[in-house]
């Protein structure tokens, strides 16, 4: 056990200064609260208390069909709902031996970069905020609209699009999907030195993040940690490459590590993997079959086979798992899954303790927290 | 020299014989407090509205937006409808919060600023008071707004508010020094404190010219004080919206908060005006020189003009770094104070009276 975990523990005390940040607060990014005790300006602890937005979801899969289940999965991490839908698309495939056609999983992958890299847009915008950089918000979400704009034209909507099912797809993609996305990323490799320019570059803002919130590899696998927090602190963690699903494995692409684990280590993994799926973009619309199958034979209500199903895949913020126990009926007798930002929250304390209250906000923002993912 | 006929004196003049012609010496001097006040406070409130039009539109620039454009024509009337809804709000009073100092606390705020604004040299011949000692005059009021916001954090009874309160009397505080030493440094050039002879000094070229290097400087450590001081972007931790909610003013609410508000927006203008007057020769025109032609050309530009002009280029800069930079945290900004600009000014005005003492300018 790590060094960090023991010492994970908080004496609390009747005379201590205690800020209550959230649920409703600007700086939390969603119904999440901080007891947060402070000594001037010093951060003593954190305590993170969640369930704001606890809806249920696992419980109420219990009562769905495992098609159902999909749109129940948008609404966890809503930045990643394409990697939330697979998760369960591929749980169902994998259980009941369905071969998806090539091109849906072409599909599959360039939504799950574009969706990525929108991802990783409203991060780095709402990560200025955090900072104070106000003008950061509004080029992040000038660039996450032609991607909101590429959605929108195949599937009409922009954040929850429940499109992949088991089996493959809702229906066929816009026949202009392959233009779109190769304007995109000759649009937005134009965009991303802008970015550099702007927030990168910036004496303040490399102050603010270097050496700031350090988190340790042994800090990140102890609390389990993934996705680009992980990558920052040098943990290698990529589902797409440790355990390849869908066409990751016959794609080229490098998995993104940093080894300082401050602030500006998680920064940076985040604009280098930006990078990266616009590469991995340009690979898979080379690659992708021409046709307009978009579906394998699936039976309008699935049935799991007896037995326990466990399907892992990478989302924007780290491992998404799925775990089914199926009793053969048309809906799961258990499901549960395992979400990135809850296991990546939990860190807070480590992180900011010591600090002062500013850095708390930047560190948090520097994390990538979506709350109903954390609550489910 | 700006032409005679610019000059606002004769005005003034006539207003002040036809006056004292009508009444009694008193109620003459007393009418004029009266036409002053009243001149002022219009200014004061259409200023505050045009500098909250002005930050959103250059605000919406840096953003690639448009800004406000729906409420009259390019969106004027937006800041005056906002006032509006502000007044029409309803004063929510606070639990447990100490009611008379906490009604108190924006009127010192707006007080403060509204008073800076008097020893200001508008243009020629337009001066409320030109005292003989203006910059210190002016240093001494504007810096009594940090006494409102202490007051207003303590006694909103909200920790936000406390904290935006220490945070902003350590900045300010601190900063001053900075303010001061670097107008100290022009005062060394010019050898008074009032603002009529730092203006007429800058007839033949304005000091952050005249100055060399040295000048220059001490504009760009006032430029950083002067922001720092008034608590915008990037040193804006008073109210920093992503820590603290609001600052200070989190309690607040109508036309309270717009006090706030509008004395941060005036404060920015007064810190500007300051900048101008020292550095850039107020209400003076450009002149290069001998160049008999051109200098005749710019002496045909009206003073007010000058002096505006110079004031909104300075407020320019001011919001440019607010929608640029991050944030500074509170430690990063008191150790850039304290082991930065302080020393090097300290060395700055040494060269400057150094300069002076040989006689080294222009």
Redesign the interface.
């Given at each position: 056990m790590s060094k960090d975990v023991v010492t994970n523990i908080i004496l609390r005390d009747d005379e201590d200064y205690i800020i209550n940040m959230g649920p409703q607060h600007p700086s939390t990014h969603g119904v999440l609260r901080l007891e947060v005790c402070l000594n001037g300006e010093t951060v003593k602890y954190v305590v993170p208390h969640i369930g704001y937005i606890h809806r249920g979801i696992e419980k109420m899969c219990e009562y769905d069909t495992y098609k159902q289940i999909i749109h129940l999965t948008d609404r966890m991490d809503y930045l990643s709902a394409h990697m939330n839908n697979e998760a369960v698309s591929l749980l169902v495939e994998n259980a009941l031996g369905i071969e998806v056609p090539e091109r849906v999983k072409y599909i599959r992958a360039a939504l799950n970069e574009l969706n990525r890299i929108a991802s990783h847009h409203l991060w780095w915008s709402a990560f200025g905020m955090d900072l104070g950089a106000l003008t950061t918000f509004f080029y992040g979400l000038r660039d996450r609209e032609k991607i909101l704009d590429i959605f929108d034209e195949s599937f009409g909507s922009r954040l929850l699009h429940s499109f992949v099912t088991p089996g493959g797809l809702m229906h066929d993609v816009h026949p202009n999907f392959r233009k779109n996305i190769l304007e995109f990323v000759k649009y937005f490799r134009k965009k991303l030195p802008e970015y550099k320019k702007l927030l990168t570059d910036n004496i303040i803002f490399q102050n603010r993040t270097k050496g700031i919130g350090v988190m340790s590899k042994e800090t990140a696998i102890a609390f389990g940690v993934t996705g680009p927090s992980g990558r920052g602190s040098g943990f290698s963690c990529d589902v797409r490459k440790i355990a390849p699903y869908g066409i990751y494995d016959q794609l080229e692409f490098n998995e993104v590590l940093y080894s300082n684990g401050d602030s500006f280590d998680r920064y940076m993994v985040r604009m280098d993997e930006m990078v990266e799926s616009m590469n991995l973009l340009e690979q898979i619309v080379d690659k992708m079959p021409e046709g307009t199958e978009f579906t394998a034979k699936m039976k309008p209500i699935v049935k799991l086979p007896e037995g326990e199903y466990f399907q892992r895949v990478e989302t924007a913020r780290g491992e998404l798992d799925v775990f089914v126990v199926s009793d053969g009926k048309k809906h799961p007798y258990r499901m549960r899954f395992r979400s990135p930002n809850f296991s990546n929250m939990f860190t807070l304390n480590i992180l900011g303790r010591g600090l002062k209250i500013a850095d708390l906000v930047a560190i948090s923002g520097s994390l990538d927290l979506v709350i109903p993912d954390i609550d489910r | 020299m700006i032409l005679e006929i610019y000059s606002f004196s004769s005005l003034t003049e006539a207003i002040d014989t036809a006056l004292n012609n009508s009444m009694a010496p008193w109620l003459a001097t007393l009418t004029e407090l009266v036409i002053i006040g009243i001149v002022f406070l219009s200014f004061y409130a259409l200023l505050g509205l045009f500098l909250v039009y002005l930050e959103r539109k250059v605000?919406a620039v840096?953003?690639?937006?448009i800004g406000p454009n729906r409420v009259g024509k390019w969106g004027l009337l937006q800041t005056i409808a906002d006032l509006i809804k502000l007044l029409m709000k309803e004063l929510i009073p606070i639990k447990n919060a100490d009611q008379f100092l906490f009604n108190l606390a924006p009127y010192i705020v707006i007080a403060a600023s509204f008073m800076a604004m008097a020893a200001l040299p508008f243009a020629k011949g337009l001066q409320a008071i030109d005292l003989n000692v203006g910059l210190f005059y002016i240093m001494a009021v504007s810096s009594l707004g940090v006494v409102g916001i202490l007051i207003a954090g303590w006694s909103s009874n909200s920790?936000?508010s406390l904290?935006g309160a220490m945070?902003s009397g350590a900045q300010i505080i601190s900063y001053e020094l900075s303010v001061g030493l670097s107008l100290l440094s022009i005062v060394i050039f010019t050898g008074s404190l009032q603002l009529s002879d730092i203006v007429a000094s800058q007839a033949d070229g304005w000091w952050i010219f005249k100055g060399h290097i040295p000048a220059f400087f001490a504009f760009v450590i006032y430029l950083v004080a002067g922001t720092a001081e008034i608590n915008r972007?990037?040193f804006?931790?008073a109210e920093?919206?992503?820590?603290l909610?609001a600052g200070f003013h989190t309690e607040y609410s109508g036309i309270k908060f717009a006090f706030f508000f509008l004395a941060e927006y005036i404060n920015m203008f007064i810190v500007a005006a300051v900048a101008a007057t020292v550095f850039f020769g107020g209400w003076m025109p450009f002149h290069i020189g001998n160049w008999q032609g051109f200098n005749a050309v710019m002496d045909y530009i009206p003073s007010i003009v000058w002096f505006f002009g110079k004031t909104f280029f300075i407020i320019y800069l001011i919001m440019w770094f607010k929608?640029?930079?991050?944030?500074?945290?509170?430690?990063?900004l008191l150790t850039l104070e304290w082991k930065y600009l302080l020393p090097l000014n300290l060395i700055n005005t040494v060269i400057i009276a150094f300069i002076v003492l040989m006689g080294w300018y222009f």
């Open positions: - | 605000c840096m953003q690639n937006r920790k936000y904290v945070r972007g990037p804006d931790l920093a919206e992503s820590e909610t929608w640029t930079f991050p944030r500074l945290r509170i430690d990063q």
